[in-house]
């Protein structure tokens, strides 16, 4: 148990100086990738135990009588709940770090929106100053509004 636990801190280690030598992430893509790294090698090792426990069980089925396996199978038993709980927590770490990632996203973008300056890398010509197709510019929804009522089709 204490070398799989070595195993994820060295592997966090070498995630976090391979990133940090990678350029353009931010500090929140950089920890949801290094998050999710762990979360991917706690489920590993957790299926791996979970392999070995069905192994045991298999073994107990054909030789109940042998104490060995009773041994081995509550040790499993210990290190299942102890990976599921480390599984856990590195998921719940892995959601938080999305989150945070997300949060650090929409902030960027409003601070570009916020310039006056901004233009949209997926529209052209005079949509181009949406963020959106649907998003409306200053003053557009009123010019819409005497547009719909100044038809006299009524």
């Not at 500090?27 to 045991?56: C, G, H, P, W």
């Not at 210990?78 to 927590?89: A, G, S």
């Not at 200053?138 to 038809?151: H, L, N, Q, T, V």
Request: charged residues 30%.
């Amino acid at each position: 148990m204490k070398i799989f636990h070595s195993a994820v801190l060295v592997l966090i280690l070498l995630s976090s100086f391979f990133t940090g030598c990678a350029s353009n992430h931010s500090a929140a893509q950089i920890l949801a990738e290094d998050s999710y790294a762990v979360y991917l090698e706690t489920y590993k090792a957790y299926a791996e135990a979970e392999e070995r426990y069905m192994n045991v069980l298999f073994n107990l089925e054909r030789m109940p009588e042998e104490e060995e396996l009773w041994i081995m199978k509550r040790s499993l038993i210990v290190e299942l709940e102890q990976l599921r709980n480390l599984m856990l927590q590195a998921r719940a770490d892995f959601d938080d770090a999305v989150k945070a990632w997300d949060s650090d996203l929409q902030n960027r973008l409003a601070e570009i929106k916020k310039g006056n300056n901004f233009v949209s890398p997926n529209l052209r010509g005079a949509d181009a100053k949406r963020s959106s197709p649907g998003e409306l510019l200053p003053g557009e929804a009123s010019r819409i509004g005497r547009d719909k009522f100044s038809d006299d089709s009524f």
